[in-house]
């Protein structure tokens, strides 16, 4: 019965180590193989000897205790010299195996074919301007790319930003997966459809936009306003002078030493390109390509000929009016955000304080020489000389703060509250023509 009771010292070993949770450290997945070598040697030794034995069941459940108390094991319980070296060439095999796969994936996970690159460019000479560009596109898609992914810290700052822009708290699980959705994907690769973001301008869009940007931290901005040309995008050909690869193309150069295989691509008033007239203009061809991901997996920019991987780039387009934008293009976006405007209230409660904040960081404000919060009477004149236009509201808040500055306990500091010579000057000034005062007022009642 000891190889009996071996087995069943091994088993709850083994058990013990599984339910530690803790098996990240390599150690413990040494000391488990070990365990299991151990378990394997007693079965053999068990059929050698012709005998059979039961395991009797355990009343108790096996504990990290049971494998760590008395490590009960005498010096015959050990791995004997041959099982010591089996484990040794157990564990060369596998770190050999991990080699290889390394190997494969810096040869094969790429956003490109080096063997179809030599194809093409059997020969660059680097003293032309074009070649050279040519080679340098090659190193900086060069490598295993890297993919922007959830982390509780991105979650987080994306909550943030939602707090900030309340017409837009609608659509925070387009943007943020729920921690049930995160649970059934194998990885945390962000990897979203195509969005187009709609809404009358001064209703956050690009402000929003920004911010997004900026959490994301890999991105590429394009704007497509009236003239732009479809090279922008996809680049010109290598044979005019001074070409080179199109916004496309660059938004997936290496960052931090690495390609980025899933950077933010936004497309700005898309609704303002050219379509359907043929020519440099027309953007109707490069967006049947690149909203695609089957054919933006084969994407040849017109200067880099290499088909490069850009299937998994994350397209955010902004538009004020979509009834400019042909519907083959519309189709390929699934996600339509309509954005409203911001209320009055929504624009003095959160609008107003935030413009405030980054106005303060924006300008190196010293915090102690301005109030914590604008006076609420203040943020009422806030409204009226912005027109309710947020874009206009850091405008304000500069002529306020100087016309507010006055000496408090020896400092000069800015109070935000004007008397009623200040607030008629200021009416006066952003009443004038040069501040738009005939300009559509962006807020809903």
């Known amino acids: 019965m ?4 071996n087995m069943l010292s091994i088993a709850k ?60 094991f005498d010096e015959s319980d050990e791995p004997n010299d041959y099982l010591q070296e089996a484990i040794r060439e157990a564990n060369e095999v596998m770190q050999e195996e991990e080699r290889t796969e390394n190997q494969d994936s810096a040869e094969h996970d790429s956003l490109f074919s080096i063997d179809e690159f030599n194809r093409i460019y059997s020969s660059l000479d680097t003293t032309k301007e074009n ?21 509780e810290e991105h979650i987080q700052k994306m909550k943030d930003l939602f707090e900030k822009y309340p017409n837009f708290k609608e659509y925070e699980e387009i943007f943020i997966p729920s921690k049930e959705v995160l649970s059934l994907k194998t990885d945390k690769k962000i990897l979203m459809s195509n969005i187009l973001i709609i809404g009358e301008p001064s209703c956050g869009k690009s402000s929003f936009v920004n911010k997004l940007c900026e959490i994301y931290g890999y991105y590429h901005r394009t704007t497509l306003g009236s003239g732009s040309v479809n090279f922008t995008l996809t680049g010109g050909d ?68 290499v088909e490069v991987d850009a299937s998994h780039i994350n397209y955010i387009a902004i538009a004020n009016d979509i009834s400019k934008i042909p519907a083959h293009i519309l189709s390929r976006f699934p996600i339509k955000l309509n954005i409203r405007n911001y209320t009055k ?8 304080e935030n413009q405030y904040k980054d106005w303060i960081t924006d300008n190196s404000i010293n915090t102690k020489l301005v109030p914590e919060h604008i006076p609420e009477k203040t943020k009422e004149l806030i409204f009226e000389l912005s027109h309710g236009r947020p874009r206009e509201v850091p405008s304000v808040l500069s002529q306020i703060a100087a016309k507010s500055i006055c000496q408090k306990n020896e400092c000069v500091i800015a109070s935000f509250s004007l008397d009623e010579n200040n607030t008629r000057e200021l009416r006066k000034l952003f009443e004038s023509e040069s501040f738009g005062n005939n300009r559509k007022i962006g807020f809903q009642n």
Not at 2 to 5: A, E, F, I, V
């Open 345 to 352: 209230e929504e624009i003095k409660s959160v609008v107003i």
């Open 238 to 305: 290598k044979g005019y002078d001074k070409s080179n690869c199109g916004d496309i193309l660059r938004s997936l150069f290496k960052k931090d030493g690495h390609p980025i295989a899933n950077p933010l691509v936004i497309l700005d008033e898309i609704d303002k390109a050219d379509y359907g007239y043929g020519g440099d203009r027309d953007l109707s061809g490069a967006f049947s390509v690149l909203l695609e991901k089957n054919n933006a997996k084969h994407f040849a920019d017109n200067f880099f000929k």
């Open 13 to 72: 070993k083994a058990v013990a180590l599984l339910d530690n949770n803790d098996l990240s450290d390599e150690t413990k997945y040494e000391q488990l193989a070990t365990l299991l070598v151990q378990f394997a040697f007693t079965c053999t030794n068990i059929s050698n000897s012709e005998e059979t034995y039961t395991i009797e069941e355990s009343d108790e459940a096996p504990t990290e205790e049971d494998y760590t108390e008395d490590q009960d």
């Open 2 to 5: 000891d190889q009996n009771k």
């Open 131 to 151: 070649d050279k560009n040519i080679s340098s596109i090659k190193e900086s898609l060069s490598g295993v790319p890297y993919f922007k992914e959830y982390t």
